[in-house]
């Protein structure tokens, strides 16, 4: 039996996306190359750390840590920048019905992140107070597809993994999901989200009895 739901945020509750490859391209214009918005999606759910060395790659560049460690400070600077301003309009279709929802027949709601700005932004577009738990980069020392934020939160919300859905929006959120034992449910694309156990469009329409249904149906 589901009892708890743990949301990935960028892409799943809000489109950062937007703001993070507008901060990443910044950093790599400065450095004389640009990255493309699909190369940006390899992105999607790793740390900043790691996206540093995977842009760095494109543009066939290596720093020292220190340099390094200031480059991925001033992506950040430009990320909360870009944030600061955001509000439930920011809020993607169906996440804070559902999210409501959940609450409201008692059941349990975490976040499973990579940010570092969660807490940020789950306060901006007034959330906050839903999430029994937030569990993100600031917390976690391993990166998707290693399950830890998901494991964290199961044990947060004192479940088995078994008792829980997660709902990401990229490739290694939900292999992080699946290594976990979670029900992994994919928002987006089919083509991309094929290894999730249910693919759904967007969160737009979506209940807890129509959840329920599509896992019966799997």
């Known amino acids: 039996m589901i009892k708890g739901y743990i949301f990935d945020l960028d892409g799943v509750i809000v489109d950062t996306a937007k703001y993070h490859y ?24 790793v740390s900043r750390v790691e996206s540093l060395e995977y842009i760095l790659g494109i543009g066939n560049l290596q720093f020292s840590a220190q340099k390094m460690a200031e480059m991925a400070e001033q992506k950040n600077t430009w990320y909360v920048e870009s944030i600061s301003n955001m509000d439930k309009s920011e809020l993607l279709p169906g996440s ?13 709601v975490s976040l499973g992140s990579a940010s570092k700005n969660s807490m940020r932004i789950l306060k901006a577009t007034k959330l906050i107070d839903y999430f029994d738990a937030v569990i993100d980069g600031t917390k976690t020392t391993e990166s998707k597809p290693h399950p830890q934020v998901f494991l964290m939160g199961a044990e947060a919300l004192k479940l088995k993994p078994e008792e829980c ?3 990401e929006d990229s490739i290694n959120g939900i292999k992080a999901a699946n290594n976990g034992g979670f029900v992994s449910i994919g928002v987006g694309d089919q083509k991309i989200l094929h290894e999730a156990d249910i693919v759904i469009p967007s969160l737009e329409g979506i209940t807890i009895e129509k959840l329920n249904s599509l896992i019966a149906q799997h």
């Open 165 to 167: 859905i997660v709902f």
């Open 96 to 108: 804070e019905e559902l999210i409501k929802e959940i609450k409201n027949k008692g059941l349990k």
């Open 22 to 45: 507008n901060a990443w391209r910044r950093l790599a214009n400065t450095l004389d190359f640009d990255i493309t918005e699909e190369q940006n999606e390899n992105l999607k759910g």
